[in-house]
Nanobody, 134 residues
Framework: QVHLVESGGGSVQTGESLTLSCVVS?????????????MGWFRQAPGKEREGVAA?????????ADFARGRFTITMVKDTAKNILHLQMNTLTHEDTAIYYC?????????????????????WGQGTQVTVSS
């Protein structure tokens, strides 16, 4: 069974930084273990749809939403039993307030950037709240 557990959310002031982490276990033992994958961070603010923030694939290629590029950095640490995904967020603003989710899904395309589309991801964490106040 695939499990994703996010941590690191909290309340910060405008301009401050926060690092989110996500531990992914069980994927390499799942029915998708033979496929390459992409991992991503998504967020959902109250009354808005879930949107892609940043993604990284099995090869380490990354992709960022326009609002995240230059402020956020996604990294991944691979382990035999699990992957750990991080999202370093700098210069946070009130508009970054949302529940942040990590996700993983099969991604076999070598020459395309990892997707920011929620439909490309099969497994999701429960989310962690990020609140930025001015």
């Amino acid at each position: 069974q695939v499990h994703l557990v996010e941590s690191g959310g909290g309340s910060v002031q405008t301009g401050e930084s926060l690092t989110l982490s996500c531990v992914v276990s069980g994927y390499t033992q799942s029915e998708y273990s033979h496929k390459k994958y992409s991992m991503g961070w998504f967020r959902q603010a109250p009354g808005k749809e879930r949107e892609g923030v940043a993604a990284i694939d099995f090869d380490g290629d990354t992709n960022y939403a326009d609002f995240a590029r230059g402020r956020f950095t996604i990294t991944m640490v691979k382990d035999t039993a699990k992957n750990i995904l991080h999202l370093q967020m700098n210069t946070l603003t009130h508009e970054d307030t949302a529940i942040y989710y990590c996700a993983i899904g099969p991604w076999i395309y070598l020459y395309l950037p990892p997707p920011l589309n929620v439909d490309e991801y099969k497994f999701w964490g429960q989310g962690t709240q990020v609140t930025v106040s001015s």
